[in-house]
């Protein structure tokens, strides 16, 4: 089965900028999903088919995909964007989910 | 605006059979969009179980296909989920989506709140 790998962890500082990468096998063949999930909450879709941004979604969050990386990318970074953020692609009529990132602002 | 809303029993003994509704509002479930179920032990990540079509196509996970079924009623507007053989690794907070697709591409633009589903005796 497909697999998509994610670093458990992302610190940035306030106003910075915060890159999440999401490892897979050709990974840049595919569509790239990303979610952002605050505690208690349900997950809310920031960027969908690699690099659009839904309606509402700051401008600040930004997708790219090639290779065997796709990348998230927050731009000036706010306490509001502390969350646990996760990729996702559609492989072989599955639905696939990477392993979460936590983002930390300090 | 599309809304979900899940319901069903919080609490289900080992070796029963989860049931989770899902209710739609603010669109039809007949339109051309799939309908998924995804659930997140706690502390852990997103886990997709299976999607269905209003016409009743579904796809699965196929680590858990042998215990899924999902069906859709769209004189309620509504989807289920049940889940069989139940043990404590199924104890998760479970969500209801509706899927986007474009080609070989799918994602979830809309979610429900999600609720909590215990496994224990």
């Known amino acids: 089965s497909y697999e998509l790998t994610q670093p458990l962890s992302v610190s940035v500082a306030l106003g910075q900028t915060a890159r999440i990468t999401c490892g897979g096998n050709?990974?840049?063949?595919?569509?790239v999903h990303w979610y952002q999930q605050k505690p208690g909450q349900a997950p809310v879709l920031v960027i969908y088919r690699d690099s659009n941004r839904p309606s509402g979604i700051p401008e600040r969050f930004s997708g790219s995909n090639s290779g065997n990386t796709a990348t998230l990318t927050i731009s000036r970074a706010q306490a509001g964007d502390e969350a646990d953020y996760y990729c996702?692609?559609?492989?072989?009529?599955?639905?696939?989910f990477g392993t979460g990132t936590k983002v930390t602002v300090l | 605006q599309v809304q979900l809303q899940e319901s069903g029993p919080g609490l289900v003994k080992p070796s029963g059979t989860l049931s989770l509704t899902c209710a739609v509002s603010?669109?039809?479930?007949?339109?051309?969009?799939?309908w998924s179920w995804i659930r997140q032990p706690p502390g852990k990540g997103l886990e997709w179980i299976g999607e269905?079509?209003?016409?009743?196509?579904?796809n699965y996970n196929p680590s858990l296909k042998s215990r899924v079924t999902i069906s859709v009623d769209k004189s309620k507007n509504q989807f289920s989920l049940k889940l069989s053989s139940v043990t404590a690794a199924d104890t998760a907070v479970y969500y209801c989506?509706?899927?986007?697709?474009?080609?070989?591409?799918?994602?979830?633009?809309?979610w429900g709140q999600g609720t909590l589903v215990t496994v224990s005796s």
């Open positions: 603010g669109g039809s479930i007949s339109s051309s969009n799939w």
């Open positions: 996702q692609v559609w492989d072989s009529s599955t639905e696939v």
């Open positions: 269905i079509y209003h016409s009743g196509s579904t």
């Open positions: 050709n990974i840049g063949s595919k569509n």
């Open positions: 989506a509706r899927t986007d697709k474009i080609y070989s591409s799918s994602w979830f633009g809309y």
